[in-house]
């Protein structure tokens, strides 16, 4: 067992997501979205060297140590898997460690509006699942892949960086590469998958232009594939996508992307009114011919309204979302009023001063 074990059973314990080994402060766990220190001794350059040195092999120790940075993934048997990033700061050598479940959770578990199992019936163009570093994304599309996975018969490629959720084989075949260990990179992944029979294809990252490209070539193929953004809400990742190619090629991908964007999932992580969880706020977008006109013409402003009123179809804009959670008594008012677009709608329900 290394050193470092018993902080991992302390993460599964208390529910953390994360784990912040820095150097010059005692261990601290992502509580509830909250940053809490934990009880043990202040750590130090040399104290971290020798708890990572016994996770790391020589070779990514070596790495670290000559690029100051190193992303990876680490199975601890009996306890869990855990994304990696470890870096030097001012005090030494430090690491963060976030949290992923041996057992990939049910995706009726998680809170999912009904518009998120519709989109599972998708068959092939581009989904796109955003939100904020920490908002639950990689947790979202492995529960959507399980449930594939458990109910067609279908041929999955992921391509992440580094490997987390890992998928056992059910009715479908899942193929998982890693970047850096069995692919050079995303794009490199991504310009042969095509070749290798796929039905679906995860992309863990849109994080560059080239990859943009090939996942829009990709699901103009006829494959369906999955990828995730760091963007806020549906319309920003419709922009987003459109303004990462040069102006002169803009008109091309408005073109490209009416015709392949499926839905785009845009979920928010907030505290739960009782001080005990999270919950997701999610906007959901899903394709129509309405939809796809205003992109092509590139109206973007219009899109919201489409959403706004397309429950029928399993769309919602936020707003519409965190209104249901404080209804529902998941949220506090004053939650949702500081994530809401439309403050208003909110101030109302909000107990003392809230100031803008």
């Known amino acids: 067992m290394a050193r470092i074990d018993p902080l991992f059973k302390e993460m599964g314990a208390t529910g953390a997501s994360d784990l912040h080994m820095v150097a010059g402060r005692p261990p601290m766990l992502r509580l509830r979205g909250d940053l809490v220190a934990t009880k043990h001794k202040s750590l130090s350059h040399e104290i971290n060297e020798k708890l ?3 996770i790391l092999t020589r070779q990514q ?3 670290l140590r000559t690029t ?3 992303d990876c993934s680490l199975n601890v048997p009996g306890i869990a898997r855990f994304r990696c990033n470890f870096f030097y700061q001012q005090r030494g050598i430090s690491g963060v460690f976030r949290f992923i479940p041996n057992e990939i959770i049910p995706l009726d578990k998680l809170g999912m509006p009904a518009g998120v199992q519709k989109i599972l019936d998708i068959e092939r163009g581009l989904i796109v699942v955003v939100g904020p570093t920490g908002c639950g994304k990689s947790t979202t599309l492995a529960s959507m892949i399980d449930r594939i996975n458990r109910t067609k018969e279908r ?3 992921t ?7 890992i998928h056992e084989n059910h009715m479908s075949l899942v193929t998982q590469r890693e970047v850096g260990s069995s692919a050079t990179s995303f794009a490199d992944a991504l310009r042969v998958a095509s070749r290798e029979d796929p039905d679906i294809i995860l992309v863990g990252e849109l994080r560059d232009l080239e990859t943009v490209q090939l996942a829009l070539q990709c699901a103009e193929l ?3 594939v999955y990828g995730t953004l760091h963007t806020n809400s549906a319309i920003q990742t419709i922009d987003r996508i459109i303004n990462s190619f040069p102006s002169s090629q803009q008109n091309q991908i408005r073109a490209m992307l009416s015709e392949s964007l499926r839905a785009v999932v845009a979920q928010e992580l907030l505290k739960t009114a009782d001080g005990k969880g999270r919950c997701a706020a999610v906007e959901i977008l899903t394709s129509s011919g309405a939809v796809s006109n205003l992109i092509r013409e590139g109206k973007l402003s219009q899109v919201e309204s489409i959403m706004q009123t397309g429950t029928g179809e399993g769309m919602q804009v936020l707003d519409q979302a965190l209104m249901k959670l404080v209804d529902e008594g998941r949220i506090s008012p004053e939650t949702a009023y500081w994530k809401a677009k439309d403050k208003a709608i909110f101030a109302s ?4 001063e809230l100031m803008e």
């Open 222 to 224: 006829g494959i369906l």
């Open 349 to 352: 329900k909000c107990s003392g």
């Open 52 to 54: 990572f040195g016994e």
């Open 155 to 157: 041929h999955i490629i």
């Open 68 to 70: 100051y940075e190193l």
């Open 61 to 63: 120790m070596d790495q």
């Open 159 to 165: 391509i992440e960086d580094p490997l987390e959720f």
